[in-house]
Nanobody, 122 residues
Framework: QVQLVESGGGLVQAGDSLRLSCVAS????????MGWFRQAPGKEREFIVA????????YGTDSNKGRFSISRDNAKDMVYLQMNSLKPEDTAVYFC???????????????WGQGTQVTVSS
C-alpha cells in the first residue's frame, strides 16, 4: 500500500509561483505513474498532469500548459508540481496520485494523498 503525502500549499497572490511536493511512504523507485489532480469546491476532481516512471514522458492537457510542470526524483521518492503565474481560478485542493498505468481519469488511480490547499487571492 503506497501512502502519499502532499505539502507546499498555501495562500498566495495572483501571479505568484508555488511548488507542491509529494512524498511516497515506500520505495517506489519509479514503479508508479505519478499524477497531480485538483478539486475546487463544488467541482469534480480535475486532472492536471502526470509523469512516467522514469520521468521521460509527461502526460498533460493544454489547459495549464506552460504554467504548470511536473518532475520527479525517484531517489527521494518525490514528485513535484511547479505552478507559475497562478490565478484565482487555480484555487483548489491539490492531490498527488499514483498508479501503474497512465491516465487522465481520477478513477484510474489507486493511491491518493490527503491533498494540500492552494488559495490564490486576486
Amino acid at each position: 500500500q503506497v501512502q502519499l503525502v502532499e505539502s507546499g500549499g498555501g495562500l498566495v497572490q495572483a501571479g505568484d509561483s508555488l511548488r507542491l511536493s509529494c512524498v511516497a511512504s515506500e520505495r517506489t523507485s519509479g514503479r508508479y505513474i505519478m499524477g497531480w489532480f485538483r478539486q475546487a469546491p463544488g467541482k469534480e476532481r480535475e486532472f492536471i498532469v502526470a509523469i512516467s516512471r522514469n520521468g521521460g514522458r509527461i502526460y498533460g492537457t493544454d489547459s495549464n500548459k506552460g504554467r504548470f510542470s511536473i518532475s520527479r526524483d525517484n531517489a527521494k521518492d518525490m514528485v513535484y508540481l511547479q505552478m507559475n503565474s497562478l490565478k484565482p481560478e487555480d484555487t483548489a485542493v491539490y492531490f498527488c496520485a499514483a498508479d501503474r498505468n497512465p491516465s487522465t481519469r481520477a478513477t484510474m488511480y489507486n493511491y491518493w494523498g490527503q491533498g494540500t490547499q492552494v488559495t490564490v487571492s486576486s
